[in-house]
């Protein structure tokens, strides 16, 4: 059992008040106390609540509501945060209601949904809460029997005597709340978890199946008003002056102006991204009525700055790899010595275009400004940047700014960039009324944020003795190349070159799921498949190699992975595939990739039928650590493997003049669910460290089992995404 000093979170601890009836709050950096649901448990509503400290209340008879602080996007931290605290507090999950917490910053810590970190960082704060709980419930009975706590035991909300007497949770919670917090608090042992690894229904499940009222969309206030904007056509835009006389004469249209919604001399927050800052607004009494009116505007556009299409920067991009940078990113060894000594060179090139995010919910936000204050209630994954806008944009402190996060209909990093809900709160203000955007789907695909393009070349030099002996890798994307520099391979070859190269543009980028992941997975586990090829290795032998040699004699100091992890996954879907097993008319790629701080190895069958590849199955083997939610986690791998199939074979925005090709799904291209693949198998590394990453990991590798598997069907080395453009490719051998 771990014993840990509470003293770090102590400080973090805060006694706020004492409630009526004897209790307390005690504000864990966390979470905050929310209204109990009306929700039904496995016991009926409690006639009291007790809050034991911010994290959770425990009711009069037994019921318990915990918390969840991060925002929920689909990746499950309502269910699987929660989760945690209630093992250390060894409740019922039955009994536990979960609830969504707002921003409260003073109180918490780390409120934002992004780079697959929210159980990594909340883990042990939130064993931390429930554990602490958990010993004053028992303190309290101690007391209240004159026995010593160490007398005491727990068992699913109830504290047992050793001489067989019983006391629930909820007839002590009000003694509880008196006890001070532990200095110290005992943690269970991994094999004594009852919640944690065990498969558990998503807590909003049922909600969203019977349409219930939980995202940005759903929300309703007495006198709101819907606003809708236009931005300019293209990037580079802006308007100029705007005829709405033929809107404003329309039912339900309350007014049309131009707003900046972030004006000069407002320092933006890194999450203030979005190129087009002054918009066209419409505002009526419903979202019919001011779709109807957008129609009727006759705006004229000026051009502040020169446009870019997709021929010119794909150009720049390739231009940017020809040149060598004026810093390495990463040199070990002699590069240019062991190519001159190389018996044989391969060189190959990958690029992959623009992507939009498309969550299934649109941008939205509902905001009410006042005098005295601001709220807004709404889909966003930084709430915290947020609230530090709109109080620049508002003219109110910070603490007049009030964040209530609804779930979100996908994120997948397009919420990190809260420019909606600083429009939101904009319009609010100068209508001086309660107010909700919401944007077109055309809206939102036309105004970024994007994932950028890209592309990199990589180079191997082989010896005469059929040898890696030296890897050069030269980036180059849209405001950021692509390459990590030290990332696997680095450390396991011996001459080692990264040169990065950024191309600036107006065109606006930010992250995507598993940012720049998402492309290099692709282009390195191709390349090494290549690579291996070319040495008449075995892919994920070859792999295996290079990793043992990372692992027992590393090139540098500082390869940011674990070799031995590494390794692990891919010898656990080697032997889960059964990949050395052949199968007539079956065609397999494998890939392993390494992003934030988790480890994904895939094994992918294709078979081909009218030319065209269909994908039998995927194998994902993954070292995350200790997994909470084992439903959770295999949804997340699931959604994130046919996320990347998709995207890779037929996603892309492309630009004329500025103005992006695509609008909406008639001309941009998702997965359709038959394309999906027919089996997808999860594995997960039982080495009970500490649990990682997993919204994102799922993804990088997707892209690249499937382009090793088409060369195994076709001979073709798919390097330019996406992949349906290359007909070709798909043609059989």
Request: proline fraction near 6%; hydrophobic fraction near 40%.
């Given at each position: ?111 934002l ?16 809460a ?56 005992q ?6 978890f ?25 929300i ?50 890194w ?5 087009f ?12 009525n ?111 700014v ?27 203000k ?22 950028p ?34 990332r ?70 500082n390869?940011?992975y674990?070799?031995?992890?590494y ?16 199968k ?23 078979v ?102 088409l ?13 349906y453009?290359?007909e ?6």
């Amino acid at each position: 059992m771990e014993i840990i000093k509470t003293h770090y979170n102590r400080r973090s601890f805060l006694k706020v008040s004492a409630a009526a009836g004897g209790g307390m709050v005690i504000g864990f950096n966390w979470l905050m106390s929310c209204a109990p649901s009306q929700e039904k448990a496995g016991l009926a509503m409690p006639d009291e609540w007790f809050d034991i400290n911010a994290f959770l209340k425990i009711g009069n008879n037994g019921v318990v509501t915990i918390f969840s602080p991060n925002p929920e996007i689909g990746q499950n931290v309502k269910t699987s945060m929660p989760m945690i605290v209630a093992e250390e507090l060894d409740v019922d999950w039955g009994n536990v209601l979960v609830e969504q917490a707002p921003l409260n910053t003073v109180k918490y810590t780390r409120q934002l949904a992004g780079g697959s970190q929210s159980i990594r960082q909340g883990w042990k704060s939130l064993r931390i809460a429930g554990a602490s709980a958990r010993r004053m419930l028992m303190e309290a009975a101690a007391k209240q029997w004159q026995v010593p706590v160490s007398e005491l035991a727990t068992d699913n909300g109830v504290i047992k005597h050793a001489t067989g007497k019983t006391i629930g949770y909820g007839e002590v919670a009000a003694q509880a709340v008196s006890i001070q917090v532990p200095e110290e608090v005992q943690l269970k042992e991994p094999k004594d978890f009852k919640i944690i690894g065990k498969p558990t229904k998503n807590v909003d499940g049922k909600k969203v199946i019977k349409g219930e009222p939980l995202f940005g969309l759903d929300i309703q206030r007495e006198g709101m008003l819907i606003a809708m904007i236009v931005h300019a056509p293209a990037f580079g835009m802006r308007p100029k002056s705007v005829d709405d006389s033929a809107a404003r004469s329309m039912p339900g249209i309350k007014d049309v102006f131009i707003i900046n919604s972030l004006p000069d001399g407002i320092e933006p927050q890194w999450s203030d991204v979005n190129a087009f800052r002054e918009l066209v607004v419409l505002v009526g009494d419903n979202t019919w009525n001011v779709m109807q009116a957008k129609k009727a505007l006759n705006i004229e556009w000026e051009t502040v700055s020169a446009p870019m299409d997709t021929t010119s920067y794909d150009k720049a991009l390739s231009d940017l790899l020809e040149k060598k940078a004026d810093t390495p990113a990463r040199k070990d060894g002699n590069p240019d010595e062991a190519f001159k000594k190389a018996a044989k060179i391969i060189e190959r090139t990958y690029s992959a275009p623009f992507l939009a995010h498309n969550t299934m919910e649109p941008m939205n936000f509902f905001a009410h400004v006042t005098a005295d204050g601001a709220e807004l209630i709404g889909p966003i994954q930084t709430p915290e940047f947020l609230r530090k806008t709109v109080a620049a944009v508002t003219g109110l402190p910070e603490d007049k700014v009030t964040i209530n996060m609804t779930r979100q209909g996908g994120g997948f990093g397009r919420r990190l960039y809260g420019h909606f809900g600083v429009e939101a709160a904009v319009i609010s203000k100068r209508v001086n009324a309660p107010v909700k955007v919401v944007y077109t789907r055309e809206d939102d695909m036309t105004q970024g944020t994007y994932r950028p393009a890209y592309k990199v070349k990589y180079q191997a030099a082989i010896d005469k003795n059929n040898k890696l002996i030296g890897l050069k890798i030269r980036g180059a994307g849209i405001h950021e190349s692509p390459v990590f520099a030290n990332r696997f391979p680095a450390g396991a070859v011996d001459n080692y070159l990264v040169e990065n190269h950024a191309l600036e543009s107006n065109i606006s980028t930010g992250a995507w799921r598993a940012p720049r992941s998402n492309f290099m997975a692709i282009a390195e586990q191709c390349f090494l498949d290549e690579v291996a090829e070319a040495l008449g290795n075995d892919p994920i032998d070859f792999r295996l190699e290079l990793l043992d040699r990372a692992a027992t004699n590393p090139v540098g100091t500082n390869n940011d992975y674990d070799a031995a992890r590494y390794a692990g996954v891919l010898k656990l879907v080697k032997e889960k595939s059964g990949w050395s097993e052949k199968k007539n008319g079956v065609h397999r790629g494998v890939s392993a990739y390494f992003c934030h701080n988790s480890y994904v190895a895939q094994v992918l069958d294709i078979v081909m039928k009218n030319s065209k590849p269909v994908i039998q199955k995927v194998w994902c083997a993954v070292d995350c650590g200790i997994v909470v939610n084992p439903e959770g986690a295999r949804n997340q791998l699931e959604g994130g493997i046919v996320d990347g199939l998709g995207h890779t074979l037929y996603s892309e925005m492309t630009f004329t003049n500025g103005k992006p090709d695509q609008n909406n799904f008639h001309n941009y291209k998702l997965i359709r669910n038959s394309e999906a693949p027919l089996e997808i198998e999860c594995f997960f590394v039982d080495n009970g460290v500490e649990p990682t990453g997993l919204g994102e990991p799922g993804l990088p590798p997707a892209g690249a089992a499937l382009a090793n598997a088409l060369y195994a069907a076709t001979g073709r080395r798919l390097t330019n995404q996406p992949f349906y453009k290359d007909e070709m490719a798909i043609s059989p051998m």
